[in-house]
Structures are given as structure tokens and as C-alpha cells.
């Protein structure tokens, strides 16, 4: 399956995205090359994302739909013209399958598992909602704790690009208990030049949205995961009252 959607008739305000909810590669790519450990890193999935995605559609009661492909098959966040579509190296590890691969290799994992992801999510946007408002888009993302041996210290980050609307009331929530360590643009920004999914789903309708960065030691297991799920959902019911 190239995508999984949960709660699809929930009545929320959210569509919640996750682009690198999964480490699956399909066997006829034998791993891209890599060793089984590879596959468990950072660099194939973002880990806990998929589950703080989850805790977050029931919290919400909101649909998401997780993307089902590792991102060293296709990287569901890239533009499909981008040459960091399909990754030839991440985090100074190579990916031998993805050296020099053919145009008609490239067509056909756009084809296969990045369109169906993306077709999905704008039929969920086209479908009828149960209320009149529109739904703000949520994108879940994790990040390492230290890549390249620069250190993050932040536990949880929001990307923005120019609309602050969603962002700066969203940022004061999460630091209003004072005990957590939350990035404005660090460590990334969201750039529409790069990130695809938010630019194209939700800035290109003119949507409300908004883009999550969790740490991964923070939701590295089930327990972590429904905290800072929690704790974003009682952030988000603050920040977004009266937002349509």
C-alpha cells in the first residue's frame, strides 16, 4: 500500500499529512543496496512521525493520511522535478540504488508511489466537509537530535514561510508551560522552492496550514508519542479557536 488513511470521516478542523511516516521498500528494489540496520535510521523514515500522526487524527478526530514508501524510494516532501526526489546519499550514507538511475526508473516511482500519495490527499481536500470551514492543513515531520554533529535542542519546531497567522499564536501556546524548548524556523524553514506538500496542498488553495517538526528521542516510542501528541493537540485548541 502506498499510503494509509485513517479517520477518514472524522469531523476536525485538521488534514493531517505524513509524508515519511514509513521505512517500506518494496523487495523488488532488495533494500536500494542498504543493510537492514540502515533501514531502521533517520535517514529512511521520521521516526515516530507515523504515530504522533495517529495519536493526533484520533485527538483531533480529524483524517490523516500517512504516506506507506520509505523516502530513500521517493521522497513524498520533494518536488518531482527535484534531483533530492530520489536521494542518491542521506546523512553521508550512500544509496546504491539510486546511483544514476533512468529516466524511465525515476517516472516510474513517481508513478507509483509518489502520485497515488499526493492524488489521495486532494480527493480527501476536494471531499464535502461535514462543516463549512476549511480545513487547516497539518504536516508531521520528525527530526534527529544531532545531524552532522550539529546539536538540536529544540523538542518540538514549527516551519513557516510568510502567513505567520497559524504559526506565532501556535508558538506562544506550546511555550506558555515554560518547560519546553520550541523552534521558530529551526532547524528548517518552510520553503516552497524545496517542500512540496504544503506549498502544493495547502498555499497553492490558499489553505491555513501548518508545519511540525517533532524530536525523534522525544517520540521515539508509543509513550512519547501520545505525550507530545497531547500536548500539540491542547496547543493547536488554543491557538486555532475561531480559525475557518
Not at 546504491?96 to 529516466?103: E, G, V
Not at 535542542?153 to 518547560?179: E, K, M, N, Y
Not at 517542500?195 to 528521542?217: C, G, K, T, W, Y
Amino acid at each position: 500500500m502506498t499510503f494509509d488513511i485513517l479517520n477518514p470521516k472524522g469531523r476536525g478542523k485538521f488534514l493531517i499529512l505524513c509524508d515519511h511516516a514509513s521505512n517500506f521498500i518494496p523487495s523488488e528494489l532488495d533494500n536500494l543496496g542498504l543493510s537492514g540496520s540502515d533501514l531502521t535510521r533517520h535517514i529512511a523514515w521520521d521516526i515516530g512521525a507515523a504515530g504522533v500522526a495517529t495519536e493526533l487524527s484520533r485527538l483531533l478526530d480529524s483524517p490523516a493520511i500517512l504516506s506507506g514508501t520509505s523516502r530513500l524510494v521517493i521522497d513524498c516532501n520533494r518536488h518531482p522535478t527535484a534531483a533530492a526526489l530520489i536521494p542518491e546519499q542521506s546523512d553521508g550514507t550512500e544509496i546504491p540504488a539510486n546511483k544514476n538511475i533512468s529516466a524511465e526508473e525515476r517516472a516510474l516511482r513517481i508513478q507509483r508511489w509518489f502520485n497515488p500519495y499526493h492524488d489521495a490527499i486532494e480527493a480527501l481536500l476536494d471531499k464535502p466537509r461535514a462543516s463549512e470551514s476549511r480545513p487547516i492543513v497539518l504536516s508531521v515531520h520528525s527530526m534527529t537530535d544531532n545531524l552532522s554533529g550539529s546539536v538540536r535542542p529544540w523538542q518540538i519546531a514549527l516551519s513557516s514561510h510568510t502567513d505567520r497567522s497559524l504559526v506565532d499564536p501556535l508558538l506562544a501556546a506550546l511555550r506558555l508551560p515554560a518547560d519546553v524548548t520550541v523552534g521558530d524556523n529551526q532547524p528548517y524553514n518552510l520553503d516552497p522552492s524545496f517542500d512540496f506538500s504544503v506549498p502544493f496542498h495547502a498555499m497553492r488553495r490558499n489553505l491555513p496550514h501548518i508545519q511540525v517538526e517533532f524530536r525523534q528521542d522525544q517520540v521515539g516510542n508509543s509513550s512519547g508519542q501520545l505525550e507530545w501528541a497531547r500536548r500539540f493537540a491542547k496547543a493547536l485548541a488554543i491557538s486555532t479557536e475561531g480559525v475557518s
